[in-house]
C-alpha cells in the first residue's frame, strides 16, 4: 500500500483516537455536580434498578448523564456557541450578543398569560379589598433596543403595556416605560450586561417612580453608601456560553441610618430564620452574585425597618423586587413579600396578621419583570 493511500485513513485514525480517548477521560475523569458557567446541577448517574432499566426511563437519564459529563464539555459548549455566533446565528440559544458586551434574553411570546394573570389579581384585589399597584419592569431588549443586533425577533414591551392598563381593572397601573427610555437614553445602565435582572440604578429608578405614584417622599441617592464589586455572571452569560463575555459588576446600595434597624425573617415551610441586613454578604463568594439581595428566592419574607414610619404592604413578586425592597423599606414599616412559585399557602390569610378577623394590609404591591409575568403559570394558585 503507497503512502497516498495511506493518507486517506488519516481522518478515520484521528477520529477513532479521539473516540477513544473521549471514552477513557468520561470513564475516569472525576465527576462535577455543579457547573459554575452553567450556574445549575449535573445530571447524576441514573438508577441501576431492574425496574428502572426495563420500565422507566434509565436510557434518557444516561444520555442526559453522558451530555454533562462529556470531558471538555464547557469548551464544546462555548465552541458551539460561538460557531452559532460567527455564522449569523445570534440568538440560536435564546441568548443575544449584543453592542458593548449585553447578552439580552429572547422577547417574550405573543402567546403569554398577560391579561389572565391580570384578571387573577385584580380579582383577588377586589376580594382583599386591597389598595394595590401593579408594575410590570420592561424586558432589557426592549429599553436597550440600540444594543441588539441587527436582526433579532421583535420585543412587544408596549403593546403589552396597553394591554396591562386596559385590564388591570381594580388595580392601579405604575408605568415605568418612559422613565426608563429617558434613564437609558441619558446613559444608565438600568439592566445587568450578563444577568437578566436589572441593576440597584434600574431598582432606585422603580422605586422614585412608585413613591411618585404612591404620594409616597423617596429617599435621595445621597443618602446611600454605595459598594460596587466586580466579577458578576448572571444567567444570561450561562445560557449563553459566549465565555469571553467580560464580568458585569454589581452595586449594593446602604442606608447608613439604617444600619441596627432593619430586620429580615425568611421563612420556608415551618421554619424561619431572622437576619439584620438585606445583604447576604456569603453570596459574594459564589459565581452568581445577584442572591446577595435577600438570599434570593424563598417562599416568604418579611422585613421589618424601626426607622421606617409607614403601615405595612404585601408584595407579591418574583426576583427583581429583590434589588427593590431596601428602597421601598424607607417608606413601610413592614415588608410581606411572597414569591408565588415557593409559596403554596392562603395568601389572604397573612393579610390577617394579628388574627382578629380584620384586614390589617391594605396596600399590595404586584412587582414582576414583563418575561416572568408574561410565562408565569403559578399566579392562578392566588388565593
Not at 434509565?58 to 470531558?71: G, I, L, Q, R, T
Request: one cysteine or more.
Amino acid at each position: 500500500m503507497n503512502k497516498k493511500k495511506l493518507l486517506h485513513f488519516i481522518p478515520a485514525v484521528v477520529f477513532l483516537v479521539f473516540i477513544y480517548v473521549m471514552c477513557l477521560l468520561f470513564i475516569f475523569q472525576p465527576k462535577e455536580d455543579y457547573s459554575a458557567n452553567e450556574k445549575r446541577y449535573l445530571e447524576k448517574f441514573p438508577d441501576m434498578s431492574a425496574e428502572n432499566i426495563l420500565f422507566g426511563d434509565f436510557d434518557s437519564e444516561f444520555e442526559s448523564y453522558m451530555a454533562d459529563h462529556v470531558a471538555g464539555r464547557t469548551f464544546f459548549v462555548g465552541l458551539n456557541a460561538y460557531y452559532d455566533l460567527y455564522t449569523g446565528r445570534n440568538g440560536a440559544n435564546g441568548v443575544y450578543a449584543c453592542a458593548d458586551n449585553y447578552l439580552i434574553n429572547d422577547p417574550v411570546d405573543r402567546k403569554n398569560h398577560i391579561e389572565s394573570n391580570l384578571g387573577i389579581f385584580s380579582q383577588f384585589t377586589q376580594d382583599n379589598n386591597l389598595n394595590t399597584n401593579i408594575m410590570i419592569i420592561p424586558s432589557t431588549g426592549y429599553i436597550m433596543g440600540d444594543k441588539l443586533p441587527a436582526n433579532h425577533k421583535d420585543y412587544l414591551d408596549g403593546e403589552y403595556f396597553d394591554t396591562i392598563e386596559k385590564n388591570c381593572g381594580s388595580m392601579n397601573f405604575i408605568n415605568v416605560e418612559d422613565a426608563f427610555k429617558t434613564a437609558a437614553a441619558n446613559g444608565e445602565q438600568l439592566y445587568c450586561r450578563t444577568d437578566h435582572h436589572w441593576t440597584t440604578p434600574g431598582a432606585y429608578l422603580a422605586y422614585t417612580e412608585y413613591c411618585r405614584a404612591a404620594g409616597l417622599e423617596a429617599v435621595p441617592e445621597e443618602s446611600y453608601d454605595k459598594t460596587t464589586v466586580s466579577g458578576f455572571y448572571g444567567t444570561t452569560y450561562s445560557t449563553s456560553g459566549l465565555w469571553n463575555t467580560p464580568p458585569d459588576n454589581i452595586e449594593f446600595w446602604e442606608n447608613r441610618d439604617n444600619i441596627g434597624a432593619v430586620n429580615v425573617k425568611i421563612t420556608e415551610g415551618s421554619e424561619s430564620e431572622e437576619y439584620d441586613s438585606y445583604f447576604f454578604l456569603s453570596h459574594l463568594e459564589e459565581e452568581d452574585k445577584y442572591p446577595t439581595f435577600l438570599d434570593g428566592n424563598h417562599a416568604l419574607v418579611e422585613i421589618t425597618n424601626e426607622n421606617a414610619d409607614g403601615g405595612t404592604i404585601l408584595v407579591i413578586k418574583d426576583s427583581y423586587a429583590h434589588a427593590m425592597m431596601p428602597f421601598l423599606s424607607e417608606n413601610y414599616s413592614k415588608i410581606i413579600m411572597v414569591d408565588l412559585r415557593y409559596y403554596k399557602a392562603p395568601i389572604s390569610a397573612l393579610l390577617d396578621t394579628d388574627g382578629d378577623g380584620e384586614n390589617d394590609i391594605t396596600d399590595c404591591l404586584v412587582l414582576y419583570s414583563m418575561e416572568n409575568f408574561a410565562t408565569d403559570t403559578d399566579i392562578p394558585f392566588l388565593s
